[in-house]
C-alpha cells in the first residue's frame, strides 16, 4: 500500500525525456513542469532536470536560465520572497535562490546521500520560508533563505505534501495517509488533526481564516469552514488524483488541476461550481491566473495556453 502512495505523488514529478531545446529559449510544451508562479510581470516556472523558465509576456514565450552547479534533479516548488528575491526546492534536499527574479540561482542546500525530495516551499511574510517534503522532512529559514535548519515535526515520518496559511499565523500542513496539522502561531506549535480521509492529501488552500480546501488521491476534495475541526467532501464526480490549485481573484474561489486534464471549480465557499476532463493536457501539477481573468496551466507537457484557457471557459 505504501508503494501505491508513493507512486502516485510521484507521478507528477517523475522527469521525462523531451527533446533536446535550445541553449537560451525552449518550447514550453517539451518540458514536464512541477510548479507555477507570477511575481509581479514575470511567469516563473521550474520543473525536471532542474529546469528553471521565465516568461515576461503572459507565457507566450519563456527563456531558460542555468542553475549554479549544473545538477539535474527535479524542481518541485517555487515561492517568491521579494519582487526580486525567489526560492526553488526540488529532490535530493535541493535549495535554490535568486536575487535577481529568477534570471540567476545560487545552490543553499543539497543532500544526494539522502536522497529525499522536497516537494514544497512557502513563506507568509517573506522573511521566514519553511520547505517540506517526504519522510518528514521541514526545513526552516530566518533569513529570505539564505540559512536553513531541519526540524523535528509531528506525523511520524509521513511525507509533507502541501502546505497553505496567511500572515495571522493560521497554518496548515498536509500529507499522506491523510495527515493534517495544523498551527495558529505560524508554525511555532504544530497540533495533529482528527484524520477524516486515509489517502493522500497533495495539497491544501486557505479560502479564509476559517475556511480551507485540502484535496489530493482519488478526486478527493474536502472542505472546512471552522479552521479544520470538521471536514465535509465535495463530491467532484471524478476519481482522477488531484495535484495544484490556483487562487481566482476578488474571493472568486479557486481552480484545481490534476490527472487526466481534470479542471475543477469551486466558489469561495468551497463548493463546487464545475468540473471537467479537458483533451491532451497530460497530468496537470499547477496553474495560476494572470491579468484577474486567464488560467494558465501545467505539468507534463509543459505549459498551456490556449483559446479556451480563459477563466470564463472553466468558470461558467
Known amino acids: 500500500m505504501s508503494a501505491i502512495i508513493i507512486a502516485a505523488v510521484a507521478l507528477s514529478f517523475a522527469p521525462r525525456h523531451p527533446t533536446p531545446w535550445a541553449v537560451t529559449r525552449i518550447n514550453p510544451d517539451r518540458v514536464q513542469v512541477n510548479a507555477l508562479l507570477v511575481n509581479g510581470l514575470q511567469l516563473i516556472a521550474v520543473g525536471e532536470r532542474g529546469t528553471v523558465m521565465t516568461s515576461s509576456d503572459s507565457g507566450l514565450s519563456w527563456n531558460i536560465h542555468p542553475v549554479a552547479a549544473g545538477r539535474s534533479a527535479t524542481l518541485t516548488g517555487v515561492v517568491a520572497l521579494s519582487p526580486q528575491v525567489l526560492v526553488a526546492v526540488g529532490h535530493d534536499g535541493w535549495i535554490l535562490r535568486s536575487s535577481d527574479n529568477g534570471l540567476s540561482w545560487r545552490e543553499m542546500h543539497y543532500d544526494a546521500e539522502l536522497g529525499e525530495p522536497l516537494l514544497g ?29 531541519a526540524r523535528e515535526m509531528p506525523g511520524e515520518g509521513a511525507h509533507f505534501n502541501g502546505l497553505d496559511g496567511g500572515i495571522d499565523g493560521r497554518l496548515m500542513l498536509v500529507g499522506e495517509q491523510g495527515l493534517v496539522l495544523r498551527s495558529s502561531n505560524g508554525g511555532r506549535d504544530w497540533q495533529s488533526l482528527t484524520p477524516f480521509y486515509n489517502g493522500s492529501l497533495f495539497g491544501v488552500v486557505r479560502l479564509s481564516a476559517s475556511r480551507w480546501v485540502a484535496y489530493g488521491m482519488r478526486g478527493h476534495v474536502f472542505t472546512s469552514a471552522d479552521f479544520g475541526d470538521t471536514w465535509h467532501q465535495v463530491d467532484i464526480g471524478s476519481s482522477q488524483p488531484i495535484y495544484g490549485h490556483a487562487l481566482l481573484p476578488r474571493q472568486g474561489g479557486l481552480v484545481l488541476v490534476g490527472a487526466g486534464s481534470l479542471l475543477i471549480r469551486l466558489d469561495a465557499d468551497g463548493a463546487l461550481v464545475d468540473s471537467s476532463l479537458r483533451s491532451g493536457l497530460g ?3 499547477s496553474a495560476v491566473v494572470l491579468n484577474a481573468s486567464h488560467l494558465l496551466v501545467a505539468g507534463e507537457r509543459g505549459v498551456f495556453q490556449g483559446a479556451d484557457s480563459g477563466l470564463a471557459a472553466v468558470a461558467q
Open 121 to 149: 516551499v512557502w513563506s507568509a511574510d517573506g522573511q521566514n520560508v519553511v520547505a517540506y517534503g517526504s519522510y518528514g522532512k521541514y526545513l526552516e529559514s530566518s533569513d529570505v533563505g539564505e540559512h536553513w535548519a
Open 283 to 285: 497530468t496537470l501539477t
